[in-house]
């Protein structure tokens, strides 16, 4: 036994000395030992400290005459806070309950980085769930926390999801018009601005507002005074005669879209969609209400048409059936009804399983916080199908700074950590949002139609 070894070994042992850092503290000081360390951990591998909740909150506003409600979470970090869109804009003022009452009491303390774990919980917290005011508060506070999570890698949201793959998001826009002439005249006009793709309606949704019908129901004041009419007859005639005038004025190239708005009975949806085949429409949306779900397999038996479907769905699990079965092409996802980032890339995932594609809800009643979110998950995800465009008024990007931004018909993010957008609390407090909302449309005797 060599015992000059262990004589050694067990005075180094004793001088605490055995760690590399003992021995660079006997031959160059604890400095020189802590610079080692340093420099064989580098940034990346040193773990982030915990950051927890401080308080969840809701911001209101109406810049643009909708109404927006945006969740702030602000972090026990200074500084550091995450924006997420839970606009509900025909009950927007339940939904600030949601938010200021009970999300903040669940949130309040917990770890910002368990996305996943504060979903599923704030979920299931009120023991019934799946509703509307409680999904866009839900969306809010996810949207909220990936914005957070962003911030602290220091990456903008698309890259936490894979990175892109593609440069911008292909958008399509809206044209519109009481005559098919008008309508077509709109569609030339968005050409030139870029956009490949349009959607192409009559008046309103189901034709509403395009004639001066005056309804029974009017002339014997039933219903309310703002009630719209419409005449389900005249639009299923209406939009085949729409498609063909906008194809013979501008071509083969220009991809069409339509949305139904689930305003027409099922049969007569499904004749109207046959008609339309031979103008090759990149899509028809909506053509059932969610009570009719069953009719969709009929549908897909009777057409080739693309459809998208999906922005009344409050519930993952309602897309799993359709997707499943292959009964639409386009997931036609409100991201803030469904529940924020989280589930929808659940839902996307899912669909490009089946070759569905995404089509994200984006109307004007979304903050721009949620058309950023939109374009984020766009960016990332492969099965992407197209996106609806949007445009931000003065007192919209008064209020929020880093909006997405449109040219050419694509739209692209702040490339900046989260989502990239931000808001000014004192601009928003000047557009206060009302709690008046009113779609309600009646058939010729005052039977309400659904939605």
């Known amino acids: ?187 030339k006009s968005i050409q030139e601005r870029g956009f490949k793709y349009i959607r192409i309606q009559q008046g309103g949704y189901g034709a509403v507002g395009s004639t001066a019908e005056q309804p029974d129901f009017k002339k014997e004041n039933f219903g309310g005074p703002t009630d719209s009419f419409m005449n389900e007859n005249s639009y299923l005639k209406a939009i085949p005669k729409l498609f063909e005038a906008v194809r013979k004025s501008c071509g083969e190239e220009i991809e069409l879209l339509h949305d139904i708005h689930e305003r027409v009975q099922p049969m007569n949806a499904i004749n109207m969609i046959k008609k339309l085949e031979e103008f090759n429409p990149f899509f028809i949306e909506d053509p059932f209400s969610p009570e009719n779900q069953k009719w969709f397999k009929i549908l897909r038996e009777n057409t080739t048409v693309p459809i998208a479907m999906g922005e009344l769905f409050n519930n993952v699990n309602e897309f799993v059936e359709p997707m499943v079965n292959q009964w639409f092409d386009f997931i036609r996802i409100h991201v803030s009804q469904i529940g924020g980032v989280t589930p929808a890339m659940k839902v996307a995932r899912l669909g490009e399983w089946f070759n569905i594609k995404t089509a994200w809800h984006g109307p004007g009643d979304v903050s721009p916080v949620g058309h950023s979110a939109h374009a984020h998950i766009d960016l990332a995800v492969w099965n992407f199908g197209i996106q609806e465009a949007v445009s931000f008024n003065e007192k919209t990007q008064e209020v929020f700074s880093g909006c997405p931004t449109m040219k050419n018909g694509y739209m692209s993010v702040n490339e900046v950590p989260g989502i990239g957008v931000d808001i000014d609390e004192k601009a928003a407090a000047k557009y206060p949002i009302t709690t008046k909302s009113n779609w309600q449309v009646r058939k010729f005797d005052g039977t309400l139609i659904r939605p």
């Not at 070994?9 to 020189?32: D, H, N, P, V």
């Not at 200021?100 to 919980?121: P, Q, R, S």
């Not at 793959?165 to 005249?185: I, L, Q």
């Open 1 to 187: 036994m060599d015992h000059s070894n262990m004589n050694r070994r067990e005075t180094m042992k004793a001088l605490g000395l055995t760690g590399s850092a003992g021995i660079l503290g006997l031959f160059g000081g604890t400095a020189q030992a802590k610079a080692r360390e340093e420099k064989e951990t580098p940034h990346y591998a040193k773990a982030m400290k915990p950051v927890t909740i401080k308080s969840v909150r809701a911001i209101a506003t109406a810049p643009q005459g909708s109404n927006l409600i945006v969740v702030k979470v602000e972090t026990s970090e200074p500084g550091l806070y995450g924006l997420g869109c839970a606009t509900f804009t025909q009950r927007a003022a339940v939904v600030l309950v949601a938010i200021n009452t009970y999300l903040n009491e669940f949130c309040a303390g917990k770890d910002v980085d368990n996305i996943e774990d504060m979903w599923h919980g704030a979920y299931v917290s009120s023991y019934w769930r799946n509703g509307p005011v409680l999904n866009n508060a839900l969306s809010g506070l996810d949207q909220a926390l990936w914005d957070i999570k962003g911030k602290r890698a220091g990456m903008p949201l698309y890259q936490l999801l894979g990175g892109k793959v593609r440069f911008a998001v292909p958008c399509y826009t809206h044209a519109n018009g009481n005559t098919p002439e008008a309508t077509v005249e709109s569609v």
